[in-house]
């Protein structure tokens, strides 16, 4: 990437409101953008060049970024610069974050409704209800996105005298 176009860059920008409205960062949701259009591993210096921001905000932005588990680090042979890329596991690693949230949210749920005095508490025992319903529903779905998105075997060509090709 030499420089950005202007679909590029409303992508970014578009990308780095929808993080902050999200509760995120809104420089972490460019460089999330960034990374995706990229398509192979960027420097920090390049990220910071691209998107006009400072290396520090890049540095802090991308740790934060690698701890949610949506970027990861990767080397480039023959550099010593860091760089990042989309992480590997896609959309099944941001589900698996997600899945963990919402275990760590019910386990935190169910220890308060153990406590006599909170027992019955309508919005603790809902919130508990709520995350094993979810996760209930959750299972499964990396398995059938996985089948849904598997290299298909090319379809048998026809040919003018009805054969196989």
Request: charge should be positive; charged fraction near 25%; hydrophobic fraction near 40%.
């Amino acid at each position: 990437m030499v420089e950005l176009e202007a679909a590029e860059r409303r992508f970014i920008e578009s990308m780095g409101l929808y993080f902050e409205r999200r509760g995120g960062t809104r420089i972490g949701g460019r460089i999330y953008a960034l990374l995706m259009l990229a398509g192979k591993p960027l420097s920090n210096k390049r990220i910071a060049m691209l998107l006009n921001v400072s290396a520090a905000s890049v540095s802090t932005n991308l740790r934060a970024c690698t701890d949610m588990g949506l970027v990861e680090p990767a080397s480039v042979p023959g550099d010593r610069q860091h760089y990042y890329v989309i992480h590997s596991q896609g959309w099944e690693g941001k589900l698996r974050v997600a899945e963990e949230s919402l275990s760590a949210f019910g386990r935190l749920c169910s220890e308060a409704l153990a406590v006599p005095r909170l027992a019955g508490n309508r919005s603790l025992r809902e919130a508990s209800a709520f995350c094993d319903f979810y996760k209930a529903e959750l299972t499964g779905i990396a398995e059938r996105w996985r089948a849904a998105n598997a290299p298909r075997p090319p379809r048998p060509v026809k040919t003018s005298k009805g054969r196989t090709a």
